[in-house]
């Protein structure tokens, strides 16, 4: 076994303190990743408070991992000692069912093996990213374009494929205007793939604070929500609307923004019901669909992609000693725009 050093919540309403605990040694099919940033992502916040019900404790949340590999098992053939690899929100999945066949691992019928708050085929509880090192099947990898700063690519293991996979699934580029509601992790990430796709992108924000960084980050307009009226200028204005709001919310106000035959893409995931008026769908035909994160081959092509056109995460390092901060600010929308945990700081 390996003894790892992390930080956790040992229950729902306490904070993330100093936690060790052991990982798997490396099996034939494994890499050990000296883990050297992992994003924090607002899930991170939802499980390790139990919001969503079912987390598991004590628990080492993470799944932005990016590290440098440290060793590997016999049978490891696609990565090799001393290379730059990331880990996003699976580590595994049943690799039989229709859905892994499709490269859909995040749909495994069987459900996948998460990062973290999750149990591996032994039976035993999964520890993520805030901590120095994890163990993973080299067929879980992800593989880091030159390049890019690290720290700034740890989010697009998971803000960036659970924007870029919806955008792409349902053809998002030239010619269509999107909106992307919310300006946090996910948010901005939209911003940046929906405009390097093609598209024209709309920010919709609860405030006028991030009006200046969102032209920055590549939209095109910027409405602040809480402005009495502003939505009148925005009805029938859209194509596609990705709604990245991470507490509840009317979606009913969004679909009037839908032209005909639009699209809303929800990958937000409130701790609570959103109700639908029906007519809001029917009498535009619109549609309302769901994402969740991208499989193994889609991060890759993602990331390939964020490659070619330098896109990284825009993000604020912290050492793991500010984590309970940093989720405070996060659930107050104060982070630009993503934290990204510099393990370097638990030696
Ligand atoms: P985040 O950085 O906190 O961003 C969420 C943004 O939503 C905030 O910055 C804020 O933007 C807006 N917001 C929050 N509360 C709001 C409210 N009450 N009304 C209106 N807007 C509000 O979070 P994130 O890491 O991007 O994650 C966003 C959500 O996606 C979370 O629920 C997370 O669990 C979920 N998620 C889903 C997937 C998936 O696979 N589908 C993957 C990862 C995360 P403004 O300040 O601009 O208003
Ligand atoms: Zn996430």
Same mark, same amino acid.
């Given at each position: 076994?390996?003894?790892?050093?992390?930080?956790?919540?040992?229950?729902?309403?306490?904070?993330?303190?100093?936690?060790?605990? =052991?990982?798997?040694?490396?099996?034939?099919?494994?890499?050990?990743?000296? #883990?050297?940033?992992?994003?924090?992502?607002?899930?991170?916040?939802?499980?390790?408070?139990?919001?969503?019900?079912?987390?598991?404790?004590?628990?080492?949340?993470?799944? =932005?991992?990016?590290?440098?590999?440290?060793?590997?098992?016999?049978?490891?053939?696609?990565?090799?000692?001393?290379?730059?690899?990331?880990?996003?929100?699976?580590?595994?999945?049943?690799?039989?069912?229709?859905?892994?066949?499709?490269?859909?691992?995040?749909?495994?019928?069987?459900?996948?093996?998460? &990062?973290?708050?999750?149990?591996?085929?032994?039976?035993?509880?999964?520890?993520?990213?805030?901590?120095?090192? #994890?163990?993973?099947?080299?067929?879980?990898?992800?593989?880091?374009?030159?390049?890019?700063?690290?720290?700034?690519?740890?989010?697009?293991?998971?803000?960036?494929?659970?924007?870029?996979?919806?955008?792409?699934?349902?053809?998002?580029?030239?010619?269509?205007?999107?909106?992307?509601?919310?300006?946090?992790?996910?948010?901005?990430?939209?911003?940046?793939?929906?405009?390097?796709?093609?598209?024209?992108? &709309?920010?919709?924000?609860?405030?006028?604070?991030?009006?200046?960084?969102?032209?920055?980050?590549?939209?095109?307009?910027?409405?602040?929500?809480?402005? =009495?009226?502003?939505?009148?200028?925005?009805?029938? &204005?859209?194509?596609?609307?990705?709604?990245?709001?991470?507490?509840?919310?009317?979606?009913?106000?969004?679909?009037?923004?839908?032209?005909?035959?639009?699209?809303?893409?929800?990958?937000?995931?409130?701790?609570?019901?959103?109700?639908?008026?029906?007519?809001?769908?029917?009498?535009?035909?619109?549609?309302?669909?769901?994402?969740?994160?991208?499989?193994?081959?889609?991060?890759?092509?993602?990331?390939?992609?964020?490659?070619?056109?330098?896109? &990284?995460?825009?993000?604020?390092?912290?050492?793991?000693?500010?984590?309970?901060?940093?989720? =405070?600010?996060?659930?107050?929308?104060?982070?630009?725009?993503?934290?990204?945990?510099?393990?370097?700081?638990?030696?």
């Amino acid at each position: 076994m390996l003894t790892t050093k992390g930080y956790a919540a040992l229950e729902a309403d306490k904070k993330l303190e100093p936690f060790n605990f =052991e990982r798997r040694s490396v099996e034939s099919r494994d890499v050990l990743i000296h #883990i050297r940033y992992c994003g924090v992502c607002h899930s991170d916040i939802h499980q390790a408070r139990d919001e969503w019900g079912g987390s598991i404790f004590p628990m080492v949340p993470g799944h =932005e991992i990016v590290g440098t590999i440290t060793k590997i098992g016999s049978g490891v053939t696609k990565f090799k000692e001393g290379e730059v690899v990331g880990v996003g929100c699976f580590i595994d999945s049943c690799r039989t069912c229709h859905s892994c066949k499709q490269g859909l691992e995040q749909y495994c019928e069987t459900g996948m093996t998460f &990062t973290y708050n999750g149990t591996d085929k032994l039976g035993q509880p999964t520890y993520g990213g805030y901590s120095n090192q #994890i163990v993973v099947d080299e067929n879980y990898l992800l593989r880091i374009p030159s390049g890019l700063s690290l720290a700034g690519t740890a989010p697009l293991l998971c803000a960036g494929i659970t924007t870029y996979s919806p955008l792409k699934q349902w053809g998002v580029g030239k010619g269509h205007t999107l909106a992307v509601v919310g300006l946090g992790g996910l948010g901005h990430m939209a911003v940046k793939l929906g405009r390097a796709l093609g598209a024209e992108v &709309t920010v919709l924000s609860r405030s006028g604070s991030k009006q200046q960084e969102a032209k920055r980050l590549g939209a095109i307009d910027y409405v602040d929500m809480s402005q =009495e009226g502003a939505g009148k200028r925005l009805e029938r &204005t859209f194509d596609f609307m990705i709604d990245t709001v991470s507490s509840p919310h009317d979606l009913n106000a969004h679909f009037e923004f839908l032209k005909t035959d639009g699209t809303l893409m929800l990958v937000g995931a409130p701790d609570q019901p959103l109700s639908i008026e029906a007519f809001s769908l029917i009498l535009r035909r619109r549609r309302l669909v769901g994402s969740l994160i991208g499989g193994i081959q889609e991060t890759q092509e993602m990331l390939d992609f964020c490659g070619e056109h330098d896109i &990284t995460s825009d993000v604020e390092v912290i050492p793991i000693q500010q984590i309970n901060e940093a989720y =405070e600010r996060i659930i107050k929308g104060d982070v630009r725009f993503r934290f990204v945990i510099d393990l370097e700081s638990l030696e």
